[in-house]
């Protein structure tokens, strides 16, 4: 498996949950929360993308419970399409089916509370994409 610090990113209307792995891509950590409207969104991401220069990009895909594409695979692909113009490594969607489900699971278990639980909800999703991602790419090679 190539070395090198992937990127995940959970997309919504509201907000976008970023999570980065570690250069061995043995542990996915919650970055950051981006407001998905932010009209600096494009200089936030190549600043992340300059800071981390990710070799590899992967972007929850919306999906239902029996497979098919969900109805807001319109805006992530509009996002991937930002992505594309912002970074040259690969972009890959990947199943996010129960990322956010299990994420907020994982918050109130946790104890955290219902306000200070969105944008780590968001960060918790991507983080499980990532994870899911490594591991896809771990069986692999």
């Given at each position: 498996?190539?070395?090198?610090?992937?990127?995940?990113?959970d997309?919504?209307?509201?907000?976008?949950?970023?999570a980065?792995?570690?250069?061995?891509?043995?542990?996915?950590?919650p970055?950051?929360?981006?407001?998905s409207?932010?009209?600096?969104?494009?200089?936030?991401?190549?600043?992340?993308?300059?800071?981390?220069e990710?070799?590899?990009?992967?972007?929850?895909?919306?999906?239902?419970?029996?497979g098919?594409?969900?109805?807001?695979?319109?805006?992530?692909?509009?996002f991937?399409?930002?992505?594309a113009?912002?970074?040259?490594?690969?972009?890959?969607l990947?199943?996010?089916?129960?990322?956010?489900?299990?994420?907020?699971?994982?918050?109130?278990?946790?104890?955290?509370?219902?306000?200070?639980?969105?944008?780590?909800?968001?960060?918790?999703?991507?983080?499980?994409?990532?994870?899911?991602a490594?591991?896809?790419?771990?069986?692999?090679?």
């Amino acid at each position: 498996m190539q070395r090198g610090r992937r990127i995940a990113f959970d997309y919504g209307d509201v907000r976008i949950g970023v999570a980065l792995s570690d250069p061995d891509a043995i542990l996915a950590s919650p970055l950051t929360t981006l407001a998905s409207g932010d009209k600096k969104l494009s200089q936030t991401l190549i600043e992340i993308f300059n800071e981390y220069e990710p070799i590899a990009i992967y972007v929850g895909k919306p999906s239902n419970m029996d497979g098919s594409s969900g109805p807001a695979i319109e805006k992530v692909s509009t996002f991937c399409a930002l992505l594309a113009t912002l970074t040259k490594a690969p972009i890959e969607l990947i199943d996010e089916r129960l990322s956010t489900v299990s994420a907020a699971r994982d918050m109130r278990t946790s104890g955290v509370n219902a306000k200070e639980a969105k944008s780590r909800i968001d960060q918790a999703a991507a983080v499980a994409i990532l994870e899911f991602a490594i591991s896809i790419e771990k069986n692999s090679s």
